[in-house]
Structures are given as C-alpha cells and as structure tokens.
C-alpha cells in the first residue's frame, strides 16, 4: 500500500472506521502525502487533462470573459481577481494575456491564487512570474482580503470532499472505510443509521452530499453580497440532484480502485450544481446557469478564436480545431456537456456573457 494508505490503515486499526469524506480530504490534501500535495498531476505524463491544458483558447476566453465582468460592475479599481485551485497556474497565465487588449481592466487588477499545494504553487508561481501583475498565494479563500472581486475555479468544486448514505433496511447509513479481514481498506456502512435524514429512497439508494461544497458555496456567496464581485465555477456534473454515486478515482487516465493506493490517484465526485446554487443563493447572491460548457464557450466566441489562431498559425489549424471540438463537443469524450458553468454573484452584477438573466422557474 501506499505510505497514506500505512497511515490510515494504522489509524482505523486503533481508533475504528472512518467516514468517506474524511478519507476523501487525506486522499487528496493530507499534507505529506495527499495526492494533490508533491506531484504534477496534469497533462498526457499525469493522471487527467483539464480545459486549461487542452488549449490556450480556454484562459484567453475566461480572461476577456472576466474584462466584461468588470465593466459591468461599474469598473472597480482595484479589482482582486482571484483563482481556485489554479493547477499549472495555465488558465491565469493565458487570461492574462488575453486581458492585455482591455488595457484599464489589466491595470486595475491584483491577483490572487488560492491553493492548498507547495507543489503547484511553485510551479504557478514559474507560470506567473513574468506577467507583470500583481500575484500572490492564499492557502484558503478566508485569509484573501476583501474587496470587489471576480473568481474563477475550474474543476475545484470537485476535489471537494463528500459524504454517501446509503439506504439500507428502510434507514440512511453513512458510507465509512475500514480494513477487512486481510487488512485492506474497505467500505462498509456506519452502524448507526442517519436519525435526521427521512427522505423515502428505494433499498440500495445513494446519496452524495458535499457538505464541505454547501459551507464553501455560502460563504463565498456571503463574500460576494458583502464586497461585490462574481464567481465563475466550471466543473463535471449534473443541474439536477437525485440519489446517485459518483465518486471516481483516476490514475494515468484510467479509472482506478479509491481504495487502492490513496494518495496516488486523483479522486473526484460529480459536482451537483442544484444543491451548490442552493447554498449560494441561501447566503444572498444570486445564481446564474449552470450552462453547459460548450454554449458557454461558443457564447464566448470560441468559434471565431480559433479560426483567428488558425490563421496566424497555419500549420497548426488541425491542433486548434481538435481542441475546440473537445472543448464544446457534446458526444462521447468531448466536454461540451459534460461539464457545465455557473456563476454565483452579488445582486448588482447583471446576467454575465453566456449567461440569461435569472427568472426563478414557474411553479
Ligand atoms: N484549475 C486547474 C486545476 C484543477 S485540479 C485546471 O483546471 O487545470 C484541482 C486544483 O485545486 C489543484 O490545483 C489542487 O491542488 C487544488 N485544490 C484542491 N483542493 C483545494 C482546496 N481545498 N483549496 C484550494 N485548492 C485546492
């Protein structure tokens, strides 16, 4: 097993089973051997791709998406703009950039990157370092000051912890982790069952909560109502919640066994932007989308980018258009409508490009 899965095997053998979210957060964040916390995990030599590494195009149409943004908040100077869980730091460094053609925007803006690892810091920090903005490194949203703000976080809200019931003989039972009889870790179900929980479900259901989503989402919505700004979330997942498992491990591309290995493989779940809009909304903001990725995107003019790329750089049009296919497709392996945006913000920001103004559903 892997050095976290010595730890947590030790661990359970001595004080007893623990929850599934509770494993989830070491698996990825434990500070020696989380898996986020001393590798590289992106890219064709790591374990997944994200819309940032697929193409330069994604940050240049976030950056430009965040310079309308601003305007439309009546152009603050500053403006902190700050990213979740940035990765290589490649979609700030390509927002950047694009941000360039809006000179006032560029200039009002101070930057900030949220990030729980040393490792992709630094490696941020080599992506970032010739910008000619101001950057700076936050371990949590909390210590960043506030003040008006635009937030980007791709694919952040699923690395978030989870937690799984499980119907079981007519009651809800949380999902644990314990060691079986060969001492390997294992699931099983706590022995109490859920008091509180009473929503009806057939035997064997699921449900998946991210309890530390719904805490995240409120207090950042609570930021947005108190200083001002808008949040964009881009992320796999569903609009809709419903009883479901969707807790996967992934290990150079390829679906791995959760348990095997802790540490070693990144390790997600779906992310349920009804019940994240929820808590936004709960905090006072307001919630515009989800929206699928690919409307999103075509909304934001990556048709066109990729053609103006394609012309500046000839031998590189089939590269482009591969990854533009792959961005805003909709069939199998394409992200299009497998992932969705959404953006919570404070009640003064108007619908954002790509988004339609809220209208609360008929009843
Ligand atoms: N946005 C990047 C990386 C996505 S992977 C991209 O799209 O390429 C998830 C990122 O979130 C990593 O940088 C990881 O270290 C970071 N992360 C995970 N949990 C976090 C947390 N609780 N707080 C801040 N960053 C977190």
């Not at 010595?6 to 957060?25: H, N, Q, W």
């Not at 929503?199 to 950042?220: C, I, K, N, Q």
């Not at 909304?299 to 012309?311: F, N, P, S």
């Amino acid at each position: 097993m892997s050095a976290l899965g010595d730890e947590l095997a030790a661990k359970i053998a001595s004080d007893g089973p623990i929850t599934l979210e509770r494993y989830m957060e070491l698996a990825l964040a434990h500070p020696d051997h989380g898996y986020y916390m001393n590798r590289d995990p992106f890219g064709a030599a790591g374990d997944f791709t994200t819309a940032p590494e697929i193409s330069q195009m994604y940050g240049e149409l976030l950056g430009l998406w965040a310079g309308e943004v601003w305007a439309s908040m009546g152009r603050p100077n500053p403006l902190r703009v700050i990213e979740l869980g940035p990765g290589r730091g490649t979609l700030m460094s390509d927002a950047l950039r694009a941000a360039r053609i809006v000179p006032d925007f560029r200039a009002a803006l101070d930057v900030t990157l949220v990030e729980i690892s040393p490792t992709l810091a630094n490696i941020q920090y080599e992506a970032l370092v010739t910008c000619g903005a101001p950057v700076a490194w936050a371990a949590s949203l909390a210590e960043v000051p506030e003040g008006p703000s635009i937030i980007l976080a791709n694919e952040f809200l699923d690395a978030l912890p989870v937690r799984q019931f499980v119907r079981r003989g007519g009651r809800w039972r949380e999902r644990v982790v314990r060691l079986d009889a060969g001492g390997r870790l294992a699931f099983d179900l706590a022995k109490e069952p859920e008091p509180y929980l009473k929503v009806d479900a057939d035997e064997g259901a699921v449900l998946e909560v991210s309890a530390a989503g719904h805490r995240f989402m409120f207090e950042l919505g609570a930021r947005l109502v108190r200083s001002g700004g808008a949040a964009l979330f881009v992320d796999y997942g569903h609009g809709v919640t419903g009883f479901g498992e969707t807790l996967q491990a992934l290990r150079a591309h390829r679906y791995a066994d959760p348990l095997v290995d802790p540490g070693e493989a990144d390790i997600t779940a779906h992310v349920d932007f009804a019940a994240m809009a929820r808590s936004a909304r709960a905090s006072g903001a307001t919630v515009y989308g989800p929206t699928d990725q690919g409307d999103f995107l075509r909304a934001l003019g990556i048709d066109m980018r990729t053609q103006a790329l394609a012309e500046r750089a000839p031998e590189r049009a089939d590269e482009f258009s591969a990854a533009r296919r792959r961005l805003v497709g909709k069939g199998d392996g394409e992200m299009g409508a497998l992932f969705k945006a959404m953006v919570v913000a404070n009640r003064s920001v108007p619908a954002p490009p790509g988004f339609q103004p809220y209208s609360a559903k008929p009843a």
